[in-house]
């Protein structure tokens, strides 16, 4: 039987903040596997940040998307023809699927995940690569101990919330900066974050102030630009500072801005480092057991923000710029 496969291709490197005729949206028969390939039903795509990087030409951590091929995303679906020895017809899958309706290709990058030991979307937040970004880039780089102050932003995202909430078991002061009182109200009532900062409502500095009286020790970075310029005027003796993102920057059509107050590392003797999650591959399945035993103590709460519709994807990758999204942003296909 043949299936029809929607996708999205790569139509031409957008300027500033992707619009839909940045791609191509079209129809056409799903591929039949072929020897030792699969073929996947795509059941929810994560959409990311970093999917904006991907998208411009030039040298990064991996390779751009071409020009005509299929937009990259992970995702999680089933397979429904094998010719691979290793899967059968309903076996439940997640990797770089594509923003499409089916995956044909070999398994190699795919891994199996079993859908009654948690539901599927968290197999894109938690328990995916947003997990394993917050595990690895905040125990790894951010090295936070008991009693440390550790300052988050984006903190009300998917990442961002993960790390408040590893601190919070470590032992930290965590205090997290998000756009909006409701986002703030949630990380602080739900969360349990000790202060929070709201960007969009008040100074940042004064509220780094006020949330941070002995400085900060550890700062998770997901947004550079001016918020990451004002916490540099607060960090404390060895400071570290994770390099986890700079959303903030991503749509920029002039080139990205860098720290000014970059001599605070100097005089702190603080240390800035760059944080990819592919790095930790190896070590998933380590960090995602731990993480699974938080969330079934509920010492971790996973928040998911799923929209319907693959034909919706320009739109609902936007989201993640203009702050619509309120958890992991995962789109159900
Ligand atoms: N290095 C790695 O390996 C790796 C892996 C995964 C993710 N990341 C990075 O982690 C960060 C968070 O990703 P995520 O998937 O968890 O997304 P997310 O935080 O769930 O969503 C993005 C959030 O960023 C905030 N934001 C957008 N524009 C902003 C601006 N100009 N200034 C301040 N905040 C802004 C918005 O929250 P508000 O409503 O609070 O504004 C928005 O909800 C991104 O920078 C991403 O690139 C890095």
Redesign the pocket.
Known sequence: MTHTNRRFLLAKRPVGAVRRDDFTFEAVPAAEPGDGQVLVRNLYLSL???MRGWMNEGKSYIPPVGLGEVMRALGVGEVISSRHPDYKPGDHVSGALGVQDYFTGEPQGLHKIDPRLAPLPRYLSALG??GM?AYF?LLDVGQPKAGETVVI??A?????SLVGQIAKIKGCRVVGI???AQ?CQYLKDELGFDGVID?KAEDVLAGLKRECPKGVDVYFD??G?E?LDAVLTRINFKARIVI?????QYNNKEAVKGPANYLALLVNRARMEG????DHAKEYGKAAQEIAGWLASGKVKSKEDVVEGLETFPETLLK??S?E?FG??VLKV
């Not at 009300?156 to 961002?160: L, S």
């Not at 986890?244 to 903030?248: Q, W």
């Not at 944080?275 to 592919?278: G, I």
């Open positions: 990311d940040p970093a690569m947003t970004t880039a932003s984006g009300a995202g998917a990442v961002g998000a756009g909006g986002k960007y997901n947004v630009g918020i986890c993102g700079a959303i903030s944080f990819v999650v592919m993640l710029f702050g999204n992991k942003l």
